[in-house]
């Protein structure tokens, strides 16, 4: 698994990946990427690092983890981590806050609890934990 999770390897295909400019995706670039032509799966790269952001995805994963985010940034970017989850953690931010509260409901280590590491069923986890909060706190805020 910690090879998937360099970029270096595809998780599709298990074939070495190419380390190119993103505008080999996008049109223009955003920086470097790892990138899988045949599963046409990438990942981008910290800046100025090769460290990949997480693992490679394909059109499939890339729509779930933004899904995910959706949900979950309304958590993590938001006080409404200090809502739901009461616990004071001195000197953390809100969304390190809430990436601990996941690893927690997920039951996976914080070291690798982060979206980017996911796969489609761990993006699906996310969304049906946090949608029903955000329901629930948008349901709250209107009455």
Not at 8 to 14: Q, R
Not at 44 to 73: I, P
Not at 90 to 111: D, F, M
């Amino acid at each position: 698994m910690d090879e998937l999770l360099t970029g270096k390897i595809c998780p599709y295909c298990g074939k070495p990946t190419e380390f190119v400019d993103s505008s080999v995706i996008y049109g223009r670039s955003y920086g470097m990427i790892y990138l899988c032509r045949d599963c046409r799966a990438y990942v981008g790269v910290h800046k100025g690092t090769d460290q990949a952001l997480g693992r490679l995805a394909n059109a499939e994963l890339r729509e779930a983890k933004k899904e995910a985010h959706f949900y979950f940034d309304q958590i993590a970017k938001t006080n409404l981590i200090n809502k739901i989850w009461k616990k004071h953690i001195p000197n953390t931010s809100n969304r390190n806050k809430a990436y601990l509260w996941l690893s927690i409901q997920l039951g996976v280590p914080r070291e690798v609890c982060h979206i980017g590491m996911f796969d489609v069923e761990d993006c699906k986890r996310v969304v049906e934990l946090c949608k029903p909060i955000i329901e629930e706190y948008g349901n709250k805020k209107s009455n």
